[in-house]
């Protein structure tokens, strides 16, 4: 089988249709559909029996980090990935990653672009990325979308490299980042793979713009996880954690000034190629 698809679910049923319908309608590729849902009290299960190539497995976890190992290793898939539930892939996404993978036999972690869209699915903005850069990673933040990324499981899930529980909003981000120190291999396939929809109800923007106790409390620990990544797995010369602190902002600004960069040189590439190829055709 060439693909595992794992979605975790929690009350989304207005949602999951149209990630169920994105996988279904994916040809030139096998693939399974995992739904991971921890106990939805909404339509979520009678949504998803009408799509035959989905299974459904309903049981509590501790989270989504739990959910989606879970799924994790009920994979089959020679690459995994995880599709959130408000999610979606583009027409023809899982063709082009195994044609890319196919071509790229060294990676082990393969991303691509993805599109940003409303709560009613309608497109607000491209994010195109560039080859893999593990300051900009660590030292700025995740760059690298989750709905747009696959996991060789040979080398990272079958060895035992599952998602840290602890983390509740940066778990692609630690991940990639102990990935990465594992040595595991990272390819940018400059294609756009999914669609991200950004919406209030999402865990990263659910505590957005309120003040009360428990809103601040999460945003509070959604600041301190990137934080433990750079930590962690980044620098900190000094014995004096201010000092590292004061390095953690001069690098995070550095690598900013540097993703945006990146983000431009290869957006023009990207789009150059594009504008040659169907003046080729024009022609």
Not at 33 to 50: N, Y
Not at 110 to 121: K, L, M, R, V
Not at 252 to 264: Q, T
């Amino acid at each position: 089988m060439d693909f595992t698809i794992v979605t975790p679910s929690y009350n989304y049923g207005h949602y999951i249709g149209e990630c169920l319908q994105s996988v279904a309608d994916q040809e030139g590729v096998s693939f399974e559909h995992l739904i991971m849902d921890a106990g939805s009290k909404d339509d979520t299960a009678e949504v998803v029996v009408r799509f035959p190539h989905a299974s459904f497995f309903q049981e509590p976890d501790k989270g989504m980090s739990d959910g989606i190992n879970k799924g994790f290793r009920r994979a089959n898939g020679k690459w995994v990935m995880w599709l959130n539930a408000d999610d979606r892939l583009k027409p023809g996404a899982l063709k082009a990653v195994k044609e890319f993978a196919d071509r790229h036999s060294e990676a082990d972690v393969i991303y691509g672009c993805w599109n940003f869209i409303d709560a009613q699915g309608n497109f607000i903005r491209r994010m195109t990325l560039f080859p893999f850069d593990r300051g900009i990673l660590i030292q700025y933040g995740c760059y690298i979308g989750s709905t747009a990324c696959f996991y060789r499981r040979r080398t990272t899930i079958d060895e035992g490299h599952l998602l840290d529980v602890d983390f509740g909003f940066c778990m692609d981000g630690e991940y990639y980042a102990r990935l990465d120190s594992l040595g595991k291999r990272f390819a940018y396939c400059p294609k756009v793979l999914a669609d991200f929809r950004l919406h209030g109800e999402s865990i990263s923007q659910q505590s957005m713009g309120k003040r009360d106790m428990k809103s601040v409390l999460r945003m509070q620990r959604q600041a301190a996880e990137p934080r433990t990544i750079r930590r962690i797995y980044g620098m900190a010369p000094f014995r004096s954690e201010h000092l590292n602190c004061i390095l953690d902002a001069v690098l995070f600004y550095f690598f900013r000034l540097k993703k945006c960069f990146l983000k431009g040189l290869f957006r023009f590439v990207i789009n150059y190629y594009e504008v040659f190829v169907i003046g080729l055709v024009v022609f």
